[in-house]
């Protein structure tokens, strides 16, 4: 091969472009007067703490509520104004093909609270039987935004790993700006804030070592047939539209 088909060939492959493909779609967002909605938060999951040895599931050294926070009441207009945040999120970012006029169907909400005290963390895990989960952060339990020591962060795993690993773990694709594709990707909380995503995404949650207590609130949104007005008023099913 001729010297100038070799540098025009090179020069044609530096000039490619990738594009992503097949996104996994994770959501941030932040409460509005996130100190209001967080102090009664906390003031009624601390509460709640003192009354209920809670469960054991993913969580390690840290205490979790029953899923029944909005749905048994006891997490109050706060914990209501939350589901209508998460509500919104899902409406924005997910897509009825076949809607026409109307909406055929509606989030139902299951929420949790966690309190994570040093040495608390989760691990990996998805969350079955949902369309879309969430975290949303009362208390980070940093002391301030440098507060870099303190761990706890929540960290998501590609959903193509390990197979974008097994044929060499030394050799990875490039992203469009020239670094190396991960297989995680790493959110640190803070307060006011809430992360949406996927609920078969594996997430795990680091070990938290901050001196202060974390409480945050998970989410798992359920997608169910709408039902028509007369429906929604007999109660017969709670529901966050």
């Not at 914990?79 to 093909?97: H, M, P, Q, W, Y």
């Not at 952060?137 to 197979?163: H, T």
Request: hydrophobic residues 40%.
């Amino acid at each position: 091969m001729k010297q100038a088909n070799i540098d025009a060939l090179a020069a044609a492959a530096q000039k490619a472009t990738s594009q992503a493909a097949f996104a996994t779609t994770i959501v941030t967002a932040e409460m509005p007067d996130a100190d209001a909605v967080n102090s009664q938060l906390k003031s009624t999951v601390l509460e709640h703490m003192q009354k209920n040895p809670g469960v054991s599931r993913s969580n390690i050294n840290g205490w979790q509520s029953e899923p029944d926070m909005l749905n048994a009441g006891w997490g109050g207009e706060a914990t209501a104004i939350l589901a209508r945040l998460a509500v919104g999120i899902c409406n924005g970012f997910s897509k009825d093909l076949k809607m026409v006029d109307k909406p055929r169907f509606e989030w139902m909400a299951d929420i949790w609270a966690n309190v994570s005290a040093a040495g608390a963390s989760n691990n990996w895990h998805v969350h079955p039987q949902a369309f879309w989960s969430a975290v949303y952060y009362v208390d980070d339990g940093y002391n301030g935004p440098d507060d870099s020591e303190a761990g706890g962060e929540l960290v998501f795993q590609d959903p193509r790993y390990p197979m974008n690993r097994m044929f060499s773990s030394e050799l990875v694709f490039r992203e469009s700006d020239g670094k190396p594709q991960g297989h995680t990707a790493t959110f640190r909380p803070r307060n006011g804030m809430l992360i949406a995503f996927p609920s078969w995404l594996y997430h795990k949650v680091q070990p938290y070592l901050g001196d202060r207590q974390r409480i945050s609130l998970a989410i798992n949104m359920t997608v169910m047939p709408a039902r028509s007005e007369q429906d929604s008023s007999s109660g017969s099913r709670p529901a966050v539209r």
